[in-house]
Nanobody, 127 residues
Framework: QVQLVESGGGLVQAGGSLRLSCAAS????????IGWFRQAPERAREGVLC????????YYSESVKGRFTISRDNANNAVYVQMNNLDPSDTAVYYC????????????????????WGKGTLVTVSS
């Protein structure tokens, strides 16, 4: 059974850091693109970033470039997002999802190709 479980969210002050984890089971992450998207209250779902099976990285949100990095841990079958210099505008529920092979050059490419995602983890950034 395919499962993705996010963890690592929490409450942090502006300027702080968090590391989100996406633990996968039922498949191996190195065969898939793993992407992250977020949804804030009363806002549309927003793609954040993604790592392809060939380790290429795609950023879907300009606002996280230079602050968020993504990495894959094949030994633990997990993907991580290191989030630095957090801003209140980053407050959202963060989800990880999988897609075959590569991320796709834009968010729609990933969104329409993703076939499984987790239940999310809440990140709250206070000012």
């Amino acid at each position: 059974q395919v499962q993705l479980v996010e963890s690592g969210g929490g409450l942090v002050q502006a300027g702080g850091s968090l590391r989100l984890s996406c633990a996968a089971s039922g498949f191996t992450v190195d065969n898939y693109a793993i992407g992250w998207f977020r949804q804030a209250p009363e806002r549309a779902r927003e793609g954040v970033l993604c790592i392809s099976s060939n380790n290429g990285v795609a950023y879907y949100s300009e606002s996280v470039k230079g602050r968020f990095t993504i990495s894959r841990d094949n030994a633990n079958n997990a993907v991580y997002v290191q989030m630095n210099n957090l801003d209140p505008s980053d407050t959202a529920v963060y989800y990880c999802a999988r897609k075959r092979n590569v991320c796709g050059s834009d968010w729609n490419s990933f969104y329409y190709g993703m076939d499984s995602w987790g239940k999310g983890t809440l990140v709250t950034v206070s000012s």
